[in-house]
């Protein structure tokens, strides 16, 4: 039998489950397009790990400004708090080794907060300066304490969210955000149209969910928002979409290339709706 992961006790204390259990919904992935050791090792630091509340688990990133990580939700939420543990917490050694995040922002389309933690073991409580409000938040790395290890790279062990005083994710979700190298490729949000004003945003979630929204500038609302379940198979996804039932398509990701604003693209061949579209990029 396996042994059983420990959890933090400030993880227990500060989240939960039953509390989270009656919160709003919970993140439905965190994505980024490069973390610590992705080829060897892609499960070791995954930005996923930042949302299971466990220390036994952390994401870590090289370089001077490490690739953005981003969160999202099903629906939009307003978070008013965050807890961290920085650096990371899988053992002393390798806390004092790496390098720790001193300063992060959190991101959304219209309105950036900062999170500014001590260099110390543990989840830290930091209330944010004013609600911030979305479905999807970029975390960015702004500062850090250094690690001793030469070229360390910067890492973070938990961020959980908090809405009205509420956890949103935490240890009670633990299982839901393990890396699936089947899915990895799609998980996210996509967008389609115009760069920097996209009409069309299709997100695939850990939980094996998806949802897709086509939202015209001269429109004030969505005029169209469906969701389902989806599997991977291989280069195949397989949609079960409202009124059309199980629809297939090869899909193939393009890896970002160098820069800030260098998108992943995605592309879906198959018998999906037209006003879908077939192309999509990991960046509005």
């Not at 992935?29 to 509340?53: F, I, T």
């Not at 991977?232 to 393009?254: H, M, Q």
Request: proline fraction near 8%; aromatic fraction near 10%; charge should be neutral.
């Amino acid at each position: 039998m396996r042994p059983m992961r420990r959890l933090s006790l400030a993880s227990l204390l500060l989240v939960s489950p039953s509390v989270l259990a009656a919160g709003p919904a919970a993140p439905g992935y965190a994505q980024a397009e490069a973390w610590a050791e992705k080829e060897a090792r892609p499960d070791h630091y995954v930005p996923l790990n930042l949302l299971d509340g466990r220390d036994t688990t952390a994401w870590c990133a090289e370089g001077e400004k490490p690739a953005h990580v981003f969160i999202g939700f099903k629906e939009p939420v307003t978070l008013d708090e965050v807890r961290v543990y920085t650096g990371d917490g899988t053992s002393r050694d390798a806390f004092k080794a790496n390098g720790r995040v001193r300063k992060f922002t959190l991101t959304s389309v219209d309105a950036s907060r900062s999170v500014t933690v001590q260099d110390k073991r543990g989840l830290q409580a930091v209330p944010l300066s004013q609600p911030l409000f979305g479905a999807r938040f970029i975390l960015e790395v702004a500062d850090r304490f250094p690690g001793t290890k030469e070229d360390a790279p910067v890492c973070l062990t938990d961020v959980v969210l908090y809405s009205g005083g509420k956890p949103l994710n935490g240890p009670a979700l633990a299982t839901r955000y393990k890396y699936d190298a089947r899915v990895a490729p799609l998980v996210g949000t996509w967008f389609g149209g115009h760069e920097g004003a996209p009409e069309r945003f299709l997100s695939f979630f850990v939980d094996g969910t998806w949802r897709f929204s086509l939202e015209p500038l001269e429109t004030p609302e969505p005029t169209t928002v469906v969701s389902g379940t989806y599997t991977v198979s291989g280069n195949r996804v397989t949609l079960d979409i409202p009124k059309k039932g199980k629809v297939s398509a090869r899909f193939e990701r393009t890896p970002a290339g160098e820069g800030p604003k260098a998108a992943a693209a995605l592309s879906l061949d198959g018998t999906l709706p037209e006003e879908w579209g077939s192309s999509f990029r990991s960046q509005p």
